[in-house]
DNA sequence: GTCATATTCTCAAAAAATGAGAAATATGGA
DNA sequence: TCCATATTTCTCATTTTTTGAGAATATGAC
């Protein structure tokens, strides 16, 4: 292991369930001396990636807090989702929790989310936590919507093959309704969102508890996810066009340095 | 420029003002030839912490996200403030913003806030953004309390003489009031947190509008930001004593794998 | 198809990482 | 305070990786 990666593997260590690690637990969960694994952690240190915890152990550092800053900040997706987010919860009227997700190696992870006050419960997805690819309709929205291509490289051929009529069926709808698929007692409406240019495959979703979803409630729901994820869609290629090099109006758009 | 650093040579050009970069801009900034930032970009681009924009164009990656999640759901800090900020601004009972910040590198960042629903401003501090650790209250509280030595290696020996008596009144009280110090029309009061087995120093912070900071208020306001910095200084030393090698109960504690 | 641009590849030279143990430093307890 | 112990840095010859320049290849617009 070499470069980024032996760094990155460092990182990877830090768990939920294992937040802090000595440097000997570190060499020995990577198999590499003792000294190799100070020098990595030493480099790690003085990048703020990783910090001294009590006593010898090592945690992730304040660095990535930054780094989250900016990508909230410039991430066009975030910037695009998240007054839609929240007015996707208030319009909705009933306890829930909106979801922004998109592809994150080969899993899903949530974006952006934002929790109607008077929620209750909280969904297994969340800002920043991977999610296996094929559960769940957030999750589904998404594949949906993949290039063939790209969408077999992930699952695999045979995936492919089962979902098959189930994505289909997807494309088709628009949306994807899933009932306690992922938690118990919840329902979550997801819509794919797709932006061409910027190569960028995500979903929208609404994350309710399942005995609230119900006749009328359920269409209606439905629809405002569905417009919502279009409000996203369009942001996004305005936002795209609005990149070209003559500004429609006169006036001068102020930018940092 | 070697290892790890010029990694994050890279993810450091990125910006607010300049969010995504060319290969060609990247080179010509860090003074390497194209080859070479290539690779680099390449490496960035495997792990999630670089991803492609439009056009050729990069912009910082999604793992960020999922690390700060790590950093918000294991830094004791950030556990023991977040119940707190909430509580705190809810009992402030005018709109305000609470925030949680510490050293980093040679500045001072947010690292937790939560505003009341009924702000209309937005201090400076923000979670994720570095500050000058100079200025304002809330940079203060954490100076004050900082060991000597390791102030003025931050600050140098000329700038610790120069505030030698405002830090000392700062400790002699327990709190910092600034007004306009950093945003004009907004003040702060801020009191140092230490938590001496780890070896942090932060502070808390509330923001309100200045003509709100008057008279009672002023000193209702000064108390509650004290009670509620010792209750996160408090909740930081009983985490550290339960980490002893027996539990006080007989009752099995579930964790992850 | 052609062109321009973006990206990867090639290879020998240069630089950096490696590992084992010694040395230095910090830490906590009598 | 000093000592015993644990943590961290340092040393240096060897191995491995990175580097840079340009060639080769892919990508995409026209």
Redesign the interface.
Known sequence: MA???R??AV?RL???????WTVAEMADALQVPQSTAYRTVR??LS??LVE???EARY??G??????????????PLMQAGADVLRALVQEAGVPGVALLC?L??GEV?C?ADHVSPEASFSPSY?????MPLTQGATSKAILARLPAKRLSKLIGADAVETMRAELAAIRRAGFCLGRGEIDEGLAGIAVPIVCE???LVASLSLVVESHRLAGAREERLRHLVMSAAHEIENLLNHD?QARGPVLPSGEAVG???
């Open positions: 470069g980024l990666a760094y990155m990182l830090f768990s939920e369930g294992m937040p802090t480099d790690l990048e703020g001294m915890s009590s945690r992730l304040p660095a990535f807090i930054e780094f989250d800053r900016l990508t909230r900040l410039t991430d998109r994150y190696g992870m974006i969340e800002r920043g936590k991977p240019p910027e190569g795209h930018g940092a340095d």
